[in-house]
């Protein structure tokens, strides 16, 4: 297994964020995370990404300790919050560029042009990061992050700032990243803009995992459903 969590648990002062959660994905597997507001999806994937210290559990990513082995997690595992934190100093090239140096990744120029191409940044190459919309920081964090390459993507809120082809180029993007033996967890809460995309779907209520199972087995059990999110919906109501 790529990520393996077994018991999480995590607790802000008097807050029970993540209550005892233990699940599985394998490599190559795009993974919808979904769930309402402070169900625990940004507070699990800040686990996952090194960021937080769990309470209690297990995790293993790659099967890297995320907070024992930090320093070989950030080749591993890249986390974009849906608000990127940017140098503000540095242009969209020299983004590319420092990520580059700080990760030790030869020749880059060319991945790196194709890249902000791709997310309609190249124009952008010399401005700085501070003159760039809510949905270019965005798209240039997720660039930075396709740079490095890492085997485990950690996309959280990805689509809120970006517009319709944006959207349709970052889930192109996904899919064809987990086509290469990568794991993608992209946390929306919009099923039935990611659905196409992911081959497991991971619901999360109340700090729990109420839901995870592959997309082709939920809209096999439904198959009335005229999409995955009624699907989704319906397999909600047998749950309870
Ligand atoms: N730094 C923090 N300190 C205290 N409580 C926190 C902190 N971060 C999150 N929480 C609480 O933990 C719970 C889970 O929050 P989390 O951000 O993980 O949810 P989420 O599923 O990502 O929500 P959303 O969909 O709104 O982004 C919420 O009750 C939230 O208020």
Redesign the pocket.
């Known amino acids: 297994m790529m990520i393996e969590i077994t018991h999480l648990q995590?607790l802000?002062?008097d807050?029970?964020?993540?209550k005892d959660i233990s699940i599985s994905i394998p490599a190559g597997v795009v993974c919808g995370l979904v769930?309402?507001?402070?169900?625990?999806?940004?507070?699990?994937?800040?686990c996952l990404a090194g960021l937080?210290r769990p309470t209690a559990g297990e995790i293993r990513v790659h099967g890297l300790c995320p907070i024992e082995d930090q320093v070989e997690l950030k080749r591993n595992v890249a986390y974009v919050p849906?608000d990127p934190p940017l140098f503000d100093d540095l242009s969209v090239g020299q983004h590319l560029d420092f990520v580059a140096q700080l990760y030790r990744i030869a020749d880059h120029r060319r991945r790196a042009y194709d890249l902000l191409e791709r997310f309609e940044l190249l124009r952008k190459y010399d401005s700085a990061v501070t003159s760039l919309s809510r949905g270019m920081r965005q798209k240039l964090a997720i660039a930075c992050a396709y740079l490095i390459e890492p085997p485990v993507l950690l996309l959280?809120?990805p689509l809120t700032g970006l517009d319709p082809p944006g959207i349709r180029t970052l889930l192109d993007s996904i899919t064809q990243y987990a086509g290469r033996g990568n794991t993608v967890i992209i946390?929306s809460?919009l099923l039935a803009m990611i659905g196409d995309v992911c081959d497991q779907v991971w619901m999360?209520h109340g700090?729990t995992v109420r839901y995870h199972g592959a997309t082709t087995a939920l809209r096999a059990s439904f198959p009335q459903a005229e999409s995955l999110e009624q699907a989704f919906f319906a397999a909600m109501t047998v749950v309870g």
Not at 35 to 46: D, E, I, M, Q, S
């Open positions: 995590k802000y002062d807050t029970l964020a993540v769930g309402p507001n402070g169900a625990g999806k940004t507070t699990t994937l800040r937080i849906d959280d809120e946390s809460h999360m700090g």
